[in-house]
């Protein structure tokens, strides 16, 4: 009996790893299908091993409390139907099909209700749940439909072994799930490191255009005596001045801006073209001249992943280059496949260096944060593109970026 349950808990265990495995592929923890398919294989594996004890021996409600506290109250209730039609193709219509539908019912329909509060909880509290739960089923079941005759010593086994494998599941389904969250707050966390990095210098940016202004407008205030034709250019070139100081604000505004993360088609021509506006201050403090040829073509992604992501490869490069160089960034289409290859004249990387770019918080800058590379490798896959990356110590380094191009539907 021992070893079908150690068998049971396996079975619900792979079925976590695999759900975690695929919310992290994904970056969606919170997939219905997945749940739904992952709990009720498991359902069925569980009662299937189980066939020759009792059925009140196995662990099938383990994965069914899980998936209907998780996916919530449709997960539950198709659950349940699966189960059910289970129950019926091996036991067929027995005496304890009513205690069954009963229990599992109402467990499912509290479960699934539970669902939307569930999530706000603290993992102390969704364990207490989560194995009050796996007490009540076995429970009720003993109460309800003990048709085999279980001595003490039985039932007593029968009703921690559940307990003890839902806090172990349980467990394990929170840190995973905990995982998963803390990569998505690190790509937030890492966008605000940036926008701040970057305040700095649009601030400074910003401030030359309106010391003109200032300058035009005192002008025209002082002089009395001034033709009203000089008068009107200089109110012109301070106008002027103005329109590229709310120019430079706006890019950078789009880019802090935060977006929610659905999927559009983007033209990389476009978009470089923005990125190349919003880097140009940041590299023109640090005296790097921007080279680039964009062509113009269609991707799919998500327009602020794609700025921040463009941003930390240029950014690094800007950063690569103290005394100043080029950095180009030139696009070819090859194979069904737009390229995208960023370059700088800057110092490069060894070659540990460049086997650790990507990991996290890998990072040789004072003030580095060794997250913006992870954070690249993360948006690029979504959008399913791969990044190569070339370097030469002290002569430079060279990003490759290959993103499928967008089929016109
Ligand atoms: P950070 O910029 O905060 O250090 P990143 O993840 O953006 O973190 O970069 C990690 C490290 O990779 C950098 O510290 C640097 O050593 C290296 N690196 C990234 N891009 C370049 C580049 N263009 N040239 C040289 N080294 C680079
Ligand atoms: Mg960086």
Redesign the pocket.
Known sequence: MLYGLLLNLLFILVGIFLQHLWAEKTGNDHSKIVITVVTAVTIILCILLQLDHSFIQDLKFIPFIIGSLYGGIFVSILLFIIMLLVYLFVYGLTSTFIPFFLIFGSVGLACGLLSPRFFKWTMTKKLQAMVAFACLVPLFMFFFMNDHQIDSYHTVFLLITPVIAMIIVGYIMEAMRETVSLRQQIIKAEKSEVVSQLAASVSHEVRNPLTVTKGFLQLVLESEDLPLEKRKEYIRLALEELDTASNIINDYLTFAKPAPAYWELLDIGIHLKHIEDIISTYAHMNSVRIESELVSCVIQGNKQQFHQCFL?IT??CI?AMPDGGVLTIYTSIFQKHVLIQISDTGIGMTKEQLNRIGEPYFSTKEK?TGL??MVVYSIIKAMKGTIAISSNLGQGTTFTIRIPIAVPR
């Open positions: 930390n950014k690094n950063e580095g913006g590379m």
